[in-house]
């Protein structure tokens, strides 16, 4: 996990944890992407409804 955390956003667990700022911007982007893959659903469900 710790690997991981560094290579998606550029710190540490420890410090993801530890600091307001980066749960929030760990949270955000994560939203974010949320958000564009349902977005990416609802096209391919308008692209291949009869």
């Not at 955390?5 to 530890?18: H, I, K, L, P, T």
């Not at 749960?23 to 893959?37: F, I, N, P, T």
Request: no cysteine.
């Amino acid at each position: 996990m710790e690997k991981a955390m560094y290579q998606a956003y550029g710190f540490g667990y420890e410090e993801y944890s530890n600091k307001l700022s980066k749960l929030l911007e760990v949270e955000q982007k994560r939203e974010k992407d949320y958000q564009r893959s349902l977005e990416i659903v609802e096209e391919v469900d308008r692209n291949f409804r009869p």
